[in-house]
């Protein structure tokens, strides 16, 4: 099949890469001149685990290409995706479809065959009705069944998400369409990854409703976090007490400092606009935001109580800044309100990022990067670890506390056993530990 990708952000260039590992001819498109340029010299405009060997290997064997004119490659294409960004709308937390529905305007001046035009971003209930009217009226005999197909692979682990799905979800209630998908995906078909072929809209859904549910799972185990710490309880064991039971389930159980990226937040709020416009309240999803919101900002209250109450003239040392691992990916990340917090107090920032650095820079123009851990931890006060790469998973605790003014660990990813860090010198800080009824 021929696949132009519209749209060449973490989405577009890894589903476009890995269809064309599948035996498409993909062409993948976006507006962005320099990545396209960029992408034409093999290097990757984001940080992803398999990403660049996966490019090259099928850019050698000819199935994958990169462009910056939609024209030429959706008018040979037999189906379309439409991959592009779906921010939140500045003000009021509606989705913001301006690329959408402009992609899906250039699109349909450009059909030349009959296609489907897929949307695999994020888009509230509706928008595929949205995207075929605009089609319909720029291009009244163009041939197009437009789908829906969410996309729900993880930063970090995306080539492996998309290569091994849980399962694909299409929406569309035409026939010939529903055939187009299943000959996309035949491969991941063939391996037994469940098809779920739904209306359009229930498709839609499908996505926010995923995602709405482990923001929620998330948020439930941070709230149980503090509640263990007012009790003298261990939030790891509640975690594996209740996630061992597979009603339950284990995964987004690990208490932290609230979930940021590029996802939950935008479509945690998009959900609860399309919930408001319905008239139809999610009143559990209203909660989560709002409590995810205040926790990142109290994660830096808890580093000033690590600080003795006062952060003025004291300097911190974030390891980790990425809103997760395995991403360069900013975008919402809990590091940003704990900064802000901490420098409202009065403090000095010295951070490490194996690879968010240079997202963050920008982000962050009052901090001090450092290249290792060892470096940002020199003179500092408080240690705070913010993200679970690998790389901070075993340092040496030693080194790192004799390196500092004041030995203070503030573990906000729960890595470290208390004993093994005061073992090493320091005072220890985690989330919904028992030994945090002291502070
Ligand atoms: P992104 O911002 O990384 O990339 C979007 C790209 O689209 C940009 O490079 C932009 O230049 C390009 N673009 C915009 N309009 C265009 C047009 N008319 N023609 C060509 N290119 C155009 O976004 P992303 O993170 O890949 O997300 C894309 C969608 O997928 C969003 O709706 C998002 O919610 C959804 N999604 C993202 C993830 C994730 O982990 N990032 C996971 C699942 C779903």
């Not at 992609?103 to 928008?127: D, F, H, N, Q, Y």
């Not at 975690?239 to 400092?257: E, T, V």
């Not at 900002?297 to 390891?319: E, Q, S």
């Not at 006060?381 to 913010?386: G, R």
Request: charge should be negative.
């Amino acid at each position: 099949m021929r696949i132009a990708m519209i749209g060449t952000g973490y989405v577009g260039l890894v589903s476009g890469a890995c269809f064309s590992d599948f035996g498409h001819d993909v062409t993948c498109v976006d507006k962005d001149a320099a990545k396209i340029e960029a992408l034409r010299q093999g290097i990757m405009p984001i940080f992803e685990p398999g990403l660049d060997e996966l490019v090259e290997r099928n850019v050698a064997g000819g199935r994958l290409s990169f462009a910056t004119d939609l024209a030429p490659a959706v008018a040979a294409a037999d189906a379309v995706f439409i991959a592009v960004g779906t921010p939140s709308r500045r003000g009021d937390g509606h989705a913001d479809l301006s690329y959408v529905f402009g992609a899906a305007e250039e699109i349909a001046r450009a059909l030349r065959k009959p296609a489907v035009v897929v949307t695999k971003s994020t888009v509230p209930v509706g928008t595929g009705d949205e995207v075929e009217r605009i089609i319909r009226e720029a291009a009244p005999a163009a041939k197009a069944r437009v789908v829906s197909n969410p996309e729900f692979l993880r930063e970090g682990a995306a080539i492996e998400d998309f290569k091994r799905p849980d399962r694909i979800v299409v929406g569309t209630e035409d026939h010939l369409a529903a055939e187009a998908m299943r000959e996309i995906y035949r491969p991941l078909y063939l391996n037994k990854a469940p098809l779920v072929v739904t209306s359009r809209r229930t498709a839609e859904l499908i996505k926010y409703a995923a995602n709405a549910f482990l923001a929620t799972k998330i948020t439930f185990i941070n709230e149980i976090a503090d509640l263990c710490e007012m009790v003298g309880a261990d939030v790891q064991d509640v975690s594996r007490g209740i996630g061992l039971d597979n009603r339950i389930g284990s995964k987004f159980l690990h208490a932290g400092p609230g979930y940021g990226g590029s996802c939950f937040p935008k479509d945690t709020l998009a959900l609860l606009k399309t919930a408001e416009d319905y008239q139809s309240p999610l009143r559990i999803v209203e909660s989560v935001v709002k409590v995810n919101d205040l926790r990142k900002r109290a994660m830096g209250r808890k580093v000033i109580r690590a600080l003795g109450g006062d952060a003025r003239g004291k300097t911190v040392a974030l390891l980790g800044l990425t809103f997760k691992p395995n991403t360069d990916d900013m975008r919402e990340a809990p590091s940003i309100a704990i900064v802000q917090a901490l420098e409202d107090a009065g403090a000095k920032i010295r951070a490490y990022d194996p690879e968010g650095i240079e997202q963050a820079r920008p982000m962050m123009p009052e901090i001090e990067f450092s290249t290792s851990p060892y470096e940002a931890a020199k003179g500092a006060d408080a240690v705070v670890l913010v993200t679970e790469w690998d790389v901070l998973r075993a340092l040496d605790l030693k080194r790192l506390a004799a390196a500092m003014a004041e030995p203070v660990f503030v573990d906000l990813r729960n890595i470290y056993p208390t004993e093994e860090v005061e073992n090493a010198g320091f005072r220890s800080h985690g989330i919904g530990r028992a030994t945090e009824m002291e502070t």
